[in-house]
């Protein structure tokens, strides 16, 4: 198996369900840069197939250090909502783009 599948623990052996993603990837001292952060997502949403519908929760601006702004724009490009990026597929490769919803979960806390 390629690395990239065994960073994605607990995937289902049923096709009809999308897999889990649990990645294992990265610590106290160790930094999961822009590129690393891009394959790992890009294998796993390729992993997921074509898409009608795709519904984004990033939380609100108090979990900044998330990176979800950066995580949802590279969700964006992956399925060329947005143009750019490394993600970006050729024209070839684009099939159909699926409707894009981004929600911000705010007030979530007190």
Same mark, same amino acid.
């Given at each position: 198996?390629?690395?990239?599948?065994?960073?994605?623990? #607990?995937?289902?052996? %049923?096709?009809?369900?999308? @897999?889990?993603? +649990?990645?294992?990837?990265? $610590?106290?001292?160790?930094?999961?840069?822009?590129?690393?952060?891009?394959?790992?997502?890009?294998?796993?949403?390729?992993?997921? #197939?074509?898409?009608? %519908?795709?519904?984004?929760? @990033?939380?609100? +601006?108090?979990?900044?250090? $998330?990176?979800?702004?950066?995580?949802?724009?590279?969700?964006?490009?992956?399925?060329?909502?947005?143009?750019?990026?490394?993600?970006?597929?050729?024209?070839?490769?684009?099939?159909?783009?699926?409707?894009?919803?981004?929600?911000?979960?705010?007030?979530?806390?007190?």
């Amino acid at each position: 198996t390629d690395d990239s599948e065994q960073r994605m623990k #607990g995937s289902s052996k %049923d096709n009809s369900r999308p @897999p889990a993603l +649990f990645c294992s990837v990265g $610590s106290e001292d160790k930094v999961v840069d822009d590129d690393q952060l891009c394959t790992l997502l890009g294998d796993f949403l390729a992993g997921m #197939g074509e898409r009608e %519908d795709v519904l984004i929760l @990033p939380p609100d +601006f108090t979990r900044y250090h $998330s990176q979800a702004g950066k995580i949802t724009r590279m969700i964006c490009e992956h399925y060329n909502f947005i143009p750019g990026g490394k993600m970006e597929k050729k024209e070839e490769e684009t099939s159909k783009v699926p409707k894009i919803e981004i929600l911000p979960a705010l007030g979530t806390h007190p």
